[in-house]
């Protein structure tokens, strides 16, 4: 399916993190219905609902012809509690993990090497406009490329840890199955009914022989 965009986030809820925290984090649900098709969309207006999007969506069949979906869906993290409590209550549940990674040291890092680069880039671009030997001016447009290129380095570093931040990331695994329960039984096709009836019937004549 196509990447759906991310709609906008309610800001009803608190945020999960405390002010200044950077941190990263991630469920795993695997989930079973007898409705494939309506717990998939159930999900997808869920989703919708708390302001998040499907970034990866995959259906697939068994071979005895039930579905399973694989779905990464993104959640703004101050509605990550709440949607997992939601999702849980549209399908059975069967397994969920969490996991959160605190990157603030790291992020802040960034920030701050992005700044000095900043700055680095003004002063060199101040020399530059004072330059006039060629040797001084080729050395010092050299050091602004590679600064430009630090500084555009680090920016889109932050743009991806305040993607991840932002928006939390919940994988779920949707099946489908014929009853609800820890390990499911496939319903029998009709070829397997005949077999498994007329097996029986050979034990019921062969009982009856024994006991003539």
């Given at each position: ?37 309506e717990a998939s969309r159930a999900l997808k207006e869920l989703t919708e609902e708390f302001g ?14 039930a579905r399973w979906g694989d779905y990464t869906v993104r959640i703004p993290a101050e509605r990550f509690d709440a949607f997992l409590e939601q999702a ?125």
């Amino acid at each position: 399916e196509a990447m759906e965009e991310p709609g906008e986030a309610p800001s009803d809820d608190s945020a999960g993190t405390a002010s200044g925290q950077k941190l990263i984090r991630n469920a795993w649900l695997e989930l079973e219905s007898t409705e494939f098709d309506e717990a998939s969309r159930a999900l997808k207006e869920l989703t919708e609902e708390f302001g998040g999007y499907f970034e990866n969506s995959s259906v697939a069949n068994y071979k005895d012809g039930a579905r399973w979906g694989d779905y990464t869906v993104r959640i703004p993290a101050e509605r990550f509690d709440a949607f997992l409590e939601q999702a849980g209550t549209l399908c059975h549940l069967t397994w969920q993990e969490m996991s959160q990674e605190d990157i603030s040291e790291v992020y802040y890092d960034t920030a701050g090497r992005l700044e000095t680069q900043k700055i680095k880039l003004e002063r060199l671009q101040e020399l530059l406009s004072k330059a006039e030997k060629m040797e001084d001016i080729i050395t010092l447009e050299s050091a602004i490329s590679e600064t430009e290129w630090m500084i555009e380095d680090l920016s889109g570093t932050l743009r991806r840890y305040d993607g991840k931040v932002d928006y939390a990331t919940v994988h779920i695994n949707l099946r489908e199955v014929y009853k609800l329960s820890s390990v499911e039984t496939v319903p029998e096709t009709f070829g397997q009914r005949m077999s498994a009836a007329f097996a029986e019937g050979l034990r019921d004549c062969g009982d009856r022989l024994e006991d003539l």
